[in-house]
C-alpha cells in the first residue's frame, strides 16, 4: 500500500514561494502518476497539477498556471510543487495523491480527486500578511 507523506507548508507573505515534497514510505513513487490538490475550508477539493511516472507528461490547473511548477526526483522518491507569486487564494491544506494502480493515467486536463485513491495527511500553506 502505497503511503505519502506532504511536508513543506507555511505561512507566506503575498508574492512569496513554497515548495512542497511528496514522500512515499516503503513504496516506489516512481511507478505512479502523482497528484497535487488543496482544500479552503468551505470549500470543495480543487486538482492544482498532476505529473506522470517519468515527468513527461504534466498538467497544472489555469488557476495556477505560470506561478505553479510540478516536478518529481525518482531517485528521492520525491514529487515536488514549486509555488510562486503566491496568493491569499492560493491558501489551503494541500494534498498529493496517486491512484489505485501503478502507471495507471490519472493526469487529465481536468484534474478529478475521484480518479485518486492514495491520500496523504496534507500540509497547510496559509498566505497572508
Known amino acids: 500500500q502505497l503511503q505519502l507523506v506532504e511536508s513543506g507548508g507555511a505561512l507566506v507573505q503575498p508574492g512569496g514561494s513554497l515548495r512542497l515534497s511528496c514522500a512515499a514510505s516503503?513504496?516506489?513513487?516512481?511507478?505512479?502518476?502523482i497528484g497535487w490538490f488543496r482544500q479552503a475550508p468551505g470549500k470543495e477539493r480543487e486538482g492544482v497539477s498532476c505529473?506522470?511516472?517519468?515527468?513527461?507528461?504534466?498538467n497544472v490547473a489555469t488557476s495556477v498556471k505560470g506561478r505553479f511548477t510540478i516536478s518529481r526526483d525518482n531517485v528521492k522518491n520525491t514529487v515536488y510543487l514549486q509555488m510562486n507569486s503566491l496568493k491569499p487564494e492560493d491558501s489551503g491544506v494541500y494534498y498529493c495523491?496517486?491512484?489505485?494502480?501503478?502507471?495507471?493515467?490519472?493526469?487529465?486536463?481536468?484534474?478529478?480527486?475521484?480518479?485518486?485513491?492514495?491520500w496523504g495527511q496534507g500540509t497547510q500553506v496559509t498566505v497572508s500578511s
Open positions: 516503503a513504496s516506489a513513487l516512481e511507478h505512479y502518476y
Open positions: 495523491a496517486a491512484p489505485w494502480s501503478p502507471y495507471w493515467d490519472v493526469c487529465t486536463r481536468v484534474i478529478d480527486p475521484d480518479r485518486y485513491d492514495y
Open positions: 505529473i506522470g511516472p517519468d515527468g513527461s507528461t504534466s
